[in-house]
């Protein structure tokens, strides 16, 4: 028969070592006979944890011949921290070995070049696949059923249990919390995220009231202790009382009604939105991404899309929701809201009926929509650049910022949650203060008359602070993301994306190319020629030698359909990523960048 591309595996390295296994650190020779799965992922990253989700089912299902191990490779200096990884996978549900690369040594060995990356390895520690993106699923279960298949035939596949082991259960009031929301009778409503519940405390921000949802991870309506949520984050209160949540990996807006405690679904499927599907319709059926935030504003409810970098708006009168801003690119760009471009935006507030903020998280920015629907930008440069620095907004640093909340004086406290910080812009006099410091993972504040209560995720609290007449100074601090760049030759560059369909599928092209690749630089002079959108997945680009570093953006997308004539109505799968790569200008370096969407999982002749 045909064999496949035989590449040996690089070992697993990780200065910060293994999380999930009980303390055991694990080499590729201890997996050997399993058929292994990296999962190189950032928990910053909203594309890494969609896979973490589209995993689950195949963790399970193969439990005895798959071990899926996650390869933290971190984007942010904060998600270096080991203390951060270990709150990363309790907080999203890991139940898998982790090993902690904050080095990105494995992700070297690997020549990987964006996250999320998964690679597949054969139970004799041979390379068999390589998928950037998410979609991949699907196609990774048929790939690991081939090779249970063939190695149970040669005798080289060992089943059994794995090697994950659970950490020990905390009890804390909270695990995790997301967002909080001020009630009218002066209680507070807190998403309590890591543990699927929404719950109710007094006005202390300590005593809890009750639960709303199982704890369990489900999309289902009822009571309190029959509705079921999934990571929920986002509240706003809508002008009748009733609360709106962003049930983020539900994919879906739901409404809880304090009064009776009844949860019902009001926008999304359930399923994940994918490009293609509809973006404007009855909100039930139109499909949403990974909802992270939502604000009530100009009488909708505008939807902080993380998982297509857009927002969006809920009309609860006529029960139809439609795309408010964004193009679906990731980046930082300004302009009319159909062509504005965000990256993960994840907090929102609202300034009356002018201004809407935005905490675009993956930019390190804080942004705003005006009255007519054109996004501006009031801190930030764009997704590599990003610190703790105060001053004038133009040279100001955030780190990953997921909350936004409007002050009394038309200023606004930004949870810089990266820099463990709340930091406050003023727009009349452009300067960015920092408020506090030694916050851990703050994601929302809350207004409370003279003071400001904190959700401070990573201590699983809300912490309530006196607004000071006077920030906090702290020494300024600044980076840019730490990956090394590629030397390419100035002048001619062929970009090649790679991607073959996999086994039993073939490119969908019914209705006309299957295939989408859109290039931009940054700075913009960096590309002499070849920016833009076409269907052909490679392109010859010409890079501006006058300009000696910048970053390529590289957004491709490929459909496939199971190829099996008998099958009038075959599934068809996306595959979809978002590349930015560093590049460094150099006389004589390679004229070609190839960069894999999928690849190695086709047969070779042998």
Not at 567 to 574: G, Q, R
Request: glycine share 10%; net charge negative.
């Amino acid at each position: 028969m045909a064999t496949r591309a035989r590449v040996r595996a690089p070992e697993l390295i990780g200065k910060g070592g293994w999380l999930n296994t009980g303390g055991k650190q694990y080499t590729l020779a201890d997996l050997r006979g399993r058929i292994v799965i990296l999962d190189f992922w950032t928990f910053c990253c909203i594309n890494c944890l969609h896979v973490l989700d589209e995993l689950r089912e195949l963790e399970e299902k193969h439990r005895d011949t798959v071990v899926i191990i996650g390869v933290h490779s971190p984007k942010f200096v904060h998600e270096a921290e080991h203390q951060a990884v270990v709150d990363a996978v309790e907080r999203y549900g890991v139940h898998h070995p982790v090993l902690d690369d904050p080095e990105l040594a494995t992700w070297k060995q690997y020549a990987v070049r964006a996250w999320p990356t998964l690679v597949v390895i054969d139970p004799e520690g041979y390379v068999v696949a390589q998928h950037a993106g998410e979609g991949h699923a699907t196609a990774i279960e048929r790939l690991v059923e081939e090779l249970e298949t063939e190695h149970a035939a040669k005798g080289t596949l060992r089943r059994g249990d794995g090697p994950y082991v659970p950490p020990e259960p905390v009890a804390t009031h909270l695990r995790f919390p997301g967002k909080a929301l001020l009630l009218a009778d002066g209680r507070f409503l807190v998403s309590d995220t890591t543990r699927h519940q929404l719950v109710e405390l007094e006005p202390d921000g300590e005593t809890v009231v009750r639960r709303y949802g199982s704890g369990e991870r489900g999309l289902t309506d009822g009571g309190p202790g029959e509705a079921s949520f999934n990571e929920p984050q986002g509240l706003t209160a809508l002008p009748d009382g009733r609360v709106v949540v962003a049930d983020t990996v539900n994919h879906a807006l739901r409404v809880l009604d304090p009064g009776t405690g009844v949860t019902s679904t009001v926008a999304g499927t359930g399923a994940q939105w994918w490009q293609g599907s509809p973006t404007s319709g009855p909100a039930r059926e139109v499909a949403l991404s990974s909802p992270w935030d939502v604000a009530w504003w100009r009488g909708e409810v505008w939807i902080a899309m993380a998982g297509v970098h857009q927002l969006w708006a809920y009309d609860p009168e006529s029960g139809t929701v439609r795309v408010a801003a964004g193009t679906t690119n990731e980046g930082l760009v300004d302009g009319p809201g159909e062509e504005a471009w965000f990256a993960q935006p994840s907090g929102l507030a609202t300034a009356g009926e002018d201004r809407l903020w935005v905490a675009d998280s993956e930019n390190s920015a804080l942004r705003y929509v005006d009255g007519e629907g054109a996004v501006h930008t009031a801190v930030g440069s764009g997704l590599f650049d990003f610190g703790h620095r105060d001053g004038a907004a133009g040279q100001a640093l955030l780190q990953h910022p997921l909350g936004v909340t409007a002050l009394p004086d038309g200023s606004v406290a930004v949870a810089d949650t990266y820099n463990h910080a709340l930091r406050r812009y003023d727009p009349a006099s452009d300067e960015v203060t920092t408020l506090a410091t030694d916050l851990r993972e703050p994601s929302d504040a809350v207004l409370l008359g003279e003071d400001i209560v904190v959700v401070e995720s990573a201590r699983h609290r809300l912490t309530r602070l006196r607004l000071p007449e006077e920030a906090v100074r702290v020494e300024a601090v600044a980076h840019r993301t730490r990956r090394q760049a590629t030397e390419v030759a100035p002048g001619a560059l062929r970009l090649e994306v790679i991607f073959r369909a996999p086994a039993g599928q073939k490119l969908d092209e019914r209705y006309g190319p299957s295939t989408r690749l859109l290039v931009s630089a940054t700075p913009p002079e960096l590309l002499a020629a070849g920016e833009g959108t076409e269907t052909d997945l490679s392109r010859e680009l010409t890079l501006n030698p006058a300009v000696p570093e910048g970053v390529l953006h590289v957004s491709a997308m490929a459909a496939s359909c199971d190829d099996d004539p008998a099958n009038e109505y075959p599934a068809c799968h996306v595959h979809q990523q978002d590349w930015g790569v560093p590049v460094k200008l150099t006389e004589g370096a390679t004229a070609r960048l190839p960069l894999i969407l999928a690849g190695l999982d086709t047969d070779t002749e042998g």
